[in-house]
């Protein structure tokens, strides 16, 4: 079993008299720039400038020091990069780059461009990362309650010989080590989160679009197909966290699912495209075929976007939720 880092393993003493800057203000920077201020930590925000960034009157309403990509990696100690993956290189070679300066820390959230060569960092500065296992509205929630959220760090550089300390002490001020923190490497925790969202996430919306879609046409009413198709999912998938699957299965659901799942659930599954995605992920030809998109423009995910606002299922959706509640 790997190591788990918890509180009482971790301490808060690397931060201490260092200032930490959240660059980026979505969903994720908004949630860990208030865990760790709530923590003790001095944490101000950088942004693109007001005319590009929404987010950056949000931050500055939450009672954060607001400044540019550039005035804010010269003034931190420990920049905490929380911008989207394709947005990152650019900004890192115009304002993050020229501005950095031996000992400082690089904390990335996601892996992605230092390990297909998209930042090249200097070694003269650490390089690590760490990434809450969740959406950041969760983690803020979880902290709020005293609870953490399961996460990872790692550690591509270290320049100063205390490069996982930096790591973890941003995990222990975000409420991760509350829950458990271990360490991987920059490829596993990006191609292994790679993985995740192109089987587990895409496979499942793929499991109930197609079972929405099948009910529908062979005659049962939208509404239900829509409930069955997404809504009994959540409550289970709850119960599966909190008892584990076999108890869930064995115990928790009637016999007849019992069956169903274990007689039926093998057969919707295609272990050997499966396996096949994972080889794939692994050689890069999924991150080179995300950064071709990105280059065009978008122009198949803007596509599938319109094609998937505008479905059937989607429209059900809306109702369903105005009719049924969320």
């Not at 002490?169 to 975000?174: D, E, G, M, N, Y």
């Not at 093998?266 to 096949?276: D, G, L, S, T």
């Amino acid at each position: 079993m790997e190591k788990i880092y918890r509180d009482a393993d971790v301490s808060l003493a690397p931060l201490e008299g260092k200032l930490v800057a959240v660059i980026g203000y979505g969903i994720q920077g908004k949630a860990q720039a208030a865990n760790m201020r709530d923590s003790g930590v001095r944490v101000i925000i950088g942004t693109r400038p007001p005319e590009e960034s929404r987010s950056r009157a949000e931050a500055e309403a939450d009672g954060f020091e607001v400044m540019s990509i550039a005035e804010a990696t010269r003034r931190a100690d420990v920049l905490s990069i929380q911008l989207a993956d394709p947005a990152q290189p650019s900004l890192y070679r115009a304002e993050i780059a020229p501005n950095l300066a031996a000992g400082k820390t690089l904390c990335f959230c996601h892996g992605f461009n230092v390990l297909y060569g998209q930042i090249d960092p200097p070694r003269d500065v650490n390089v690590v990362l760490f990434v809450p296992n969740a959406p950041g509205r969760f983690v803020r929630e979880k902290y709020e309650k005293g609870e953490g959220v399961y996460g990872c760090v790692s550690v591509d550089n270290d320049a100063t010989g205390n490069a996982l300390e930096i790591a973890l002490a941003l995990a222990r001020a975000v409420g991760s080590t509350r829950a458990g923190v271990v360490e991987l490497s920059f490829r596993e925790e990006t191609e292994g989160d790679n993985y995740e969202e192109q089987v587990l996430y895409g496979g499942v919306i793929q499991l109930m679009r197609l079972t929405y879609r099948i009910m529908v046409e062979n005659g049962y009413p939208p509404s239900f197909a829509y409930a069955k198709a997404i809504r009994s999912l959540r409550s289970v998938v709850d119960v599966m966290d909190e008892v584990g699957i076999e108890e869930y299965i064995s115990r928790r659901s009637s016999r007849t699912c019992e069956y169903a799942v274990r007689t039926r659930g093998p057969r919707v599954i295609n272990e050997e495209e499966m396996r096949k995605i994972f080889e794939e992920t692994e050689r890069g030809e999924f991150a080179k075929e995300w950064m071709g998109e990105w280059a065009l423009g978008m122009p198949m995910l803007h596509r599938m976007r319109r094609t998937g606002r505008a479905s059937d299922m989607e429209q059900t959706g809306r109702r369903w939720r105005e009719e049924f509640g969320k």
